[in-house]
């Protein structure tokens, strides 16, 4: 099984930072590394797909990067509506996949 | 517009079944490999299932195979997840997500839309 971590598991930032977020694999995943948003009582949504495509309607501040086992997620000039939670995902095991724990990004 | 809405949800003893139900709109489930997702309280993201779009292929995680069968009725755009001889540790909130491909039959593994979730709690 492929085993996803990410780091740091939360921060605390500023509006205007730029923050970035790492998602290392257990093994090789490639470049199937996908990221989501989770706000508190709310469903995820897609950031990022294919380690560094941007989903339709994601802000353009979003980016990632990375293939192998390590991957990055950054926000560049983090606004408010983007203290969340992010989770990594890995698509590599299809047909299983398996998350992150996710990293919690709150307001300094 | 595209949206996915869970029900079925509720508080159900051990060793009980339940099944939820995710009505899609905006879009043909035919078309799509369909998954479900839990997050227990307070904690991460689990994939469950998937079904790809024949219909045929179903996956599962392995604490839940053989106890939870993923379907779904492309008549009523409705899927649904029977979940057998429930355990504490499947208390959760329970998400269902569309693939992000409708080009091939193996799913991506890529969630593009997700449901609001319906909240399964399994106590005695």
């Known amino acids: 099984d492929i085993q996803m971590t990410q780091s740091p598991s939360s921060l605390s930032a500023s509006v205007g930072d730029r923050v970035t977020i790492t998602c290392r694999a257990s093994?090789?995943?490639?470049?199937?590394l996908n990221w989501y948003q989770q706000k508190p009582g709310k469903a995820p949504k897609l950031l990022i797909y294919?380690?560094?495509s941007l989903h339709s309607g994601v802000p353009s501040r979003f980016s990632g990067s990375g293939s192998g086992t390590d991957f990055t997620l950054s926000i560049n000039g983090l606004q408010l509506e983007d203290f969340a939670t992010y989770y990594c995902?890995?698509?590599?095991?299809?047909?299983?996949?398996?998350f992150g724990q996710g990293t919690k990004v709150e307001i300094k | 517009q595209i949206q996915l809405v869970e029900s079925g949800g509720g508080v159900v003893q051990p060793g009980r079944s339940l099944r939820l139900s995710c009505a899609a709109s905006?879009?043909?489930?035919?078309?799509?490999?369909m998954h479900w997702v839990r997050q227990a309280p307070g904690k991460g993201l689990e994939w469950v299932a998937v079904?790809?779009?024949?219909?045929?292929?179903?996956y599962y995680l392995d604490s839940v195979k053989g106890r939870f069968t993923i379907s779904s009725d492309n008549s009523k755009n409705t899927l649904y997840l029977q979940m057998n001889s429930l355990r504490a540790e499947d208390t959760a909130v329970y998400y269902c997500?569309?693939?992000?491909?409708?080009?091939?039959?193996?799913?991506?593994?890529?969630?593009?839309?997700w449901g609001q979730g319906t909240l399964v709690t399994v106590s005695s």
């Open positions: 294919a380690a560094s």
């Open positions: 093994h090789s995943i490639t470049s199937h």
């Open positions: 995902q890995e698509s590599y095991s299809n047909p299983l996949t398996t």
């Open positions: 997500a569309r693939d992000r491909s409708d080009v091939d039959i193996v799913a991506t593994n890529i969630f593009d839309y």
């Open positions: 079904i790809w779009l024949d219909g045929t292929n179903r």
């Open positions: 905006g879009f043909p489930l035919s078309n799509y490999a």
